[in-house]
């Protein structure tokens, strides 16, 4: 899945530089899995590596830690990589474009589809990256977020990036959300419901007086020309309409 | 914050249904804190609430906590809202629109700003939301991810909504499409009319056999609830019912 493949470059590394955790360092990878992204980096773990508390939290995600790569620093991390980015909760005093991860998302298709490796890099959960980590980026992504509660953790932060790559590629595609089939209904059908519906409100007096007929009848066509009513639902609605107009068994 | 603002409602509530770890209830609100969301209703949390580990995950989101309000039911939790989405991970066997989180958060958006109340139902961690739940909502949302390993977890889901929700701001409100001269019906006028038109179908013997009642009745609940009614069109449909079910005058 890291390797170059027909379309370029493989999906981005996710680079995780003295992560804390065993369990968030699963947190990652599950959140990697969702979106379809598979080389995970360790640089310098904090708790030995490997850490069975991230395969709890991988969930289904496992073969992503199964396949984690350890390294001493990050340069050696990305050493293989032609296009880096650095997450960062603040603005850097570097002179470095920031990058939202929609925008990111774009830059990293459009490394990969150059052919390069790409990858960004994540600090650990307390403090970030430090400056010398985030000065090896080619530039900063950072997420939007409301200013008074602005702390992403870990994982969630790997998660929206992950997120938008996601959908930038062909990827989502292919798990776009499909529209189950059921089959419309016909307009035939839907008039025939309406004449249906119409004569027992006549027959009732709901349409009453005969003056505020016209504008009765289209408010209630309007109301169910817009719902994309399907064949069986038009027979619901007139099983409804005859159910009722039939009264009480009894 | 939940209230109506110069710009129309208020953000959208955030409403977890039968919610089992406290710690996922507080990872929940942190995801709501990153993004501006302040309304979290909780219905049925499977432990007693208040819950010291939610506000130990909640991180500097406690205040969404704080205000979290508890339901007895999913029905009575959102029954002042007037568009309701459902998150889910599956497809579902009803028709109904499923949005796309980005598609979602311009609907959120449009809804927001003709002036109605907007919430996002989310189902516990283990099954997500049951369809009796489901079924309330205008319409489903689900986050495309990878096949192979499709599974987010709570806070997860509300965060890439959420992140949508906040992504798309202000400039999305310009996409509203209003229908003049008629508020949004509330879920509880909804609520009202299902009650008023079972009944009525209860009486006529539409709904025999009972065996098949729920099913019946979710399929009806579905067509309703997938038109985005206004108060006035809610007024007119039980108009309807009412006259069809007291017979022809003479």
């Known amino acids: 899945m890291a390797g170059r493949d ?22 990652v990878a599950r959140a990697m899995g969702n979106f379809a992204l598979a080389d995970l980096r360790l640089v310098s773990p904090r708790d030995p590596w490997p850490n ?27 050493a293989d990589l032609g296009f880096v980015l650095a997450a960062t909760a603040r603005r850097r ?15 990293l298709h459009a490394a990969r589809m150059r052919g390069a490796g790409t990858g960004i ?4 959960e307390r403090t970030g990256l430090d400056n010398a980590d985030a000065v090896r980026a080619d530039a900063l ?4 977020t409301d200013a008074a509660c602005s702390s992403l953790n870990l994982a969630q932060a ?15 595609d292919k798990a776009t959300v499909s529209r189950k089939g059921s089959k419309p209904a016909e ?5 025939a419901f309406f004449a249906h519906l119409e004569a027992e409100l006549d027959a009732c007096g709901f349409l009453h007086p005969p003056e505020k007929r016209p504008a009765m009848v289209r408010s209630i066509r309007n109301i169910f020309s817009r719902t994309g009513l399907t064949d069986q639902e038009v027979r619901t609605l007139r099983g409804i309409v005859a159910g009722l107009a039939a009264g009480r068994p009894d």
Chains 1, 2 share one sequence.
């Not at 508390?53 to 990305?78: C, F, M, N």
């Not at 992504?141 to 939007?144: A, D, E, F, G, S």
């Not at 790559?165 to 062909?170: D, E, T």
């Open 52 to 78: 069975p508390k991230a395969w709890h939290t991988a969930a289904a995600a496992g073969s992503v830690l199964d396949a984690a790569r350890l390294y001493d620093d990050s340069e050696a991390a990305i």
């Open 93 to 107: 005093d570097m002179v470095k474009p920031a990058l939202t991860p929609r925008e990111a998302a774009a830059a």
């Open 6 to 27: 027909s379309n370029g470059a493989g999906p981005p590394a996710v680079v995780l530089v003295g992560p804390q955790l065993g369990e968030n360092i699963g947190a």
């Open 187 to 191: 307009k035939a059908e839907i008039a």
């Open 158 to 172: 790997v998660l929206v990036i992950a997120y938008e790559w996601f959908q930038a590629g062909p990827e989502a």
């Open 141 to 144: 992504v950072m997420v939007p």
């Open 121 to 124: 890099l994540f600090g650990c």
